[in-house]
């Protein structure tokens, strides 16, 4: 079974500077899809960026980037410029588009000091 | 556009006590889940609905029954609340793109059992 390992529960950056949020995940598969999403306090779960396992290129989405290692089985995620609002928890997720199945990481809680 | 939507917000139920979590979306989605989120932990699949019609287990399926009404609406019954289900109930419908797949998530139904 796939499994997605979040070693960070808890990490914190000043404003303005830069963070990286760890992720690995195992899987026997050679095509999948990879995402990261923010939870705020209200609960809602928010789409960040999304990585397809075929495309070699890493994705971002304006602040956000990833470093994406297929053969590590390795997804970080990049905040550049961290701002106030950018105060979650991140879960990573991998989906198998084979049978539908998804899995989420344990959580990265992160704090953004003024 | 509602998107996806939860009923209700918050339930309280006694162990052994039966009710059925609602979810409906309106965005015409073919695929449908339904996740629990406890505390420090990232979300589990509980059961999914590839299309209207089909159900499968998730990861974590035990105690619980699901049924697909039709294209728009995925309910989530337990039969005898145990306290090991309270949790943070999450539905979502997801839908292919072009850059592979977008989950939209409902607002979340917060279930404690006594």
């Known amino acids: 079974a796939q499994t997605v390992t979040q070693s960070q529960p808890e990490m914190s950056v000043q404003e303005a500077e830069t963070v990286t949020l760890s992720c690995t995940y195992d899987?026997?598969?050679?095509?999948?899809?990879l995402f990261w999403y923010k939870q705020p306090p209200s609960r809602q779960m928010i789409l960040v960026i999304r990585?397809?396992?075929?495309?070699?290129q890493n994705a971002t989405e304006n602040r956000f980037s990833v470093n994406f290692q297929k053969a590590a089985k390795s997804f970080s995620l990049k905040i550049s410029d961290s701002q106030l609002g950018d105060a979650a928890m991140y879960f990573c997720?991998?989906?198998?588009?084979?049978?539908?199945?998804?899995?989420f990481g344990a959580g990265t809680r992160l704090t953004v000091k003024p | 556009n509602a998107g996806v939507t939860q009923t209700p917000k918050f339930q309280v139920l006694k162990t052994g006590q039966s009710m059925t979590l609602q979810c409906a979306q309106d965005?015409?989605?073919?695929?449908m889940y339904w996740y629990r989120q406890d505390p420090g932990m990232g979300l589990r699949l509980i059961y999914y609905?590839?299309?209207?019609?089909?159900?499968d287990k998730g990861e974590v399926p035990n105690g619980y029954n699901v049924s697909r009404l039709n294209k728009r609406e995925f309910s989530l019954r337990l039969e005898s609340a145990a306290p090991s289900q309270t949790s943070v109930y999450f539905c979502?419908?997801?839908?292919?793109?072009?850059?592979?797949?977008?989950?939209?998530f409902g607002p979340g139904t917060r279930l404690t059992v006594t």
């Open positions: 997720a991998y989906r198998n588009p084979y049978n539908n199945d998804m899995r």
């Open positions: 899987t026997s598969e050679s095509d999948y899809y």
């Open positions: 990585q397809e396992a075929y495309k070699q």
């Open positions: 965005m015409n989605h073919n695929s």
């Open positions: 609905s590839a299309s209207e019609g089909t159900t």
């Open positions: 979502a419908s997801v839908i292919p793109t072009g850059r592979g797949y977008e989950q939209y």
